[in-house]
């Protein structure tokens, strides 16, 4: 079971300048993915510009939860992360390696209903009324399919 508030030692961590301790606080972060607040703190770690290992790491912590939440805030990511393309960062790569990761034991053979899941997710928040959440959750579903 959740604990009702996330730590407070965890949402620090997500403002230090050491790249590693703002992935752990990403991955920490991850469980409370559902409450607006520490959102914000995800979704800007899932575009961290001072490491890359920092998008990878929550990005699959979130993935890893398996439900609309954290597949919301990868979607919206994954949508602002084209814009970074225009000013050399390749945050978009690193998304996606992330999704690759997640979903890579299904496309090994393993079968563990990952894609499907993951896919009904995408499917559900491309119908989303909001056009960052809607389009990335579009291209999260395009990746999943081999």
């Known amino acids: 079971m959740q604990a009702p508030t996330p730590p407070q030692e ?3 961590a997500a403002n230090s300048p050491d ?18 607040d520490i959102a ?8 961290d510009c001072g490491n890359t290992a920092v998008v990878e790491a929550t990005c699959l912590a979130l993935l890893r939860r398996n439900d609309i939440h954290g597949t919301r805030l990868v979607a919206r990511a994954t949508t602002t992360a084209h814009d970074l393309l225009t000013i050399g960062l390749d ?6 390696d992330a999704v690759v990761n997640y979903l ?19 499917n559900a928040l491309a119908q989303h009324p909001d056009s960052t959440t809607a389009t990335g959750a579009r291209e999260l579903a395009s990746w999943a399919r081999p």
């Not at 945050?91 to 996606?96: C, F, G, S, V």
């Not at 496309?107 to 993951?118: H, M, N, R, S, Y």
């Open 91 to 96: 945050h978009l790569d690193h998304l996606h």
């Open 19 to 36: 790249w590693s301790t703002r992935a752990a606080a990403g991955q920490q972060l991850a469980a409370w993915a559902d409450q607006d």
């Open 10 to 12: 965890a949402i620090t």
């Open 40 to 47: 914000d703190i995800l979704q800007r770690l899932l575009l």
């Open 104 to 122: 890579l034991p299904d496309w090994l053979g393993q079968v563990t209903g990952t894609v499907d899941a993951f896919l009904i997710l995408c």
